[in-house]
């Protein structure tokens, strides 16, 4: 069984920053983040596949948050610029065999989720 660790989630105001971090027990071809906001759906945030050759993000967050790997390619980070009110949500890194594309970034092919972590934003 994979293993994700996610965590960096936290409280900061409108305008702030927070970086998200990922460690998996093993790696997965497509790694990123979902999340959930507060009454609303799981939605997609972003994915990185392929040793960066593919990667994926939501219209809501494109020149906001940039999502890279580490070094090793069990470890991913999604760093978050800018923070919006409507950022927050229940954060959950995810790992999937499948492409990291916005048809294929969908839990139909998560196989390993994190515990989550809440990223909460003031306005």
């Known amino acids: 069984q994979v293993r994700l660790m996610d965590s960096g989630g936290g409280s900061v105001q409108d305008g702030g920053s927070l970086r998200l971090t990922c460690v998996a027990s093993a790696s997965r071809y497509s790694m990123g983040w979902f999340r959930q906001p507060p009454g609303k759906p799981r939605e997609a945030v972003a994915c990185v596949a392929g040793r960066g050759g593919e990667g994926y993000y939501a219209d809501s967050v494109k020149g906001r948050f940039t999502i890279s790997q580490g070094d090793a390619e069990n470890t991913v980070y999604l760093q978050m610029n800018d923070l919006k009110p409507e950022d927050t949500a229940f954060y959950l890194c995810?790992?999937?065999?499948?492409?990291?594309?916005?048809?294929?970034?969908?839990?139909?092919?998560?196989?390993?989720w994190g515990q989550g972590t809440q990223v909460t934003v003031s306005s």
């Open positions: 995810a790992g999937s065999q499948g492409y990291c594309s916005e048809e294929h970034w969908t839990g139909r092919f998560v196989d390993s």
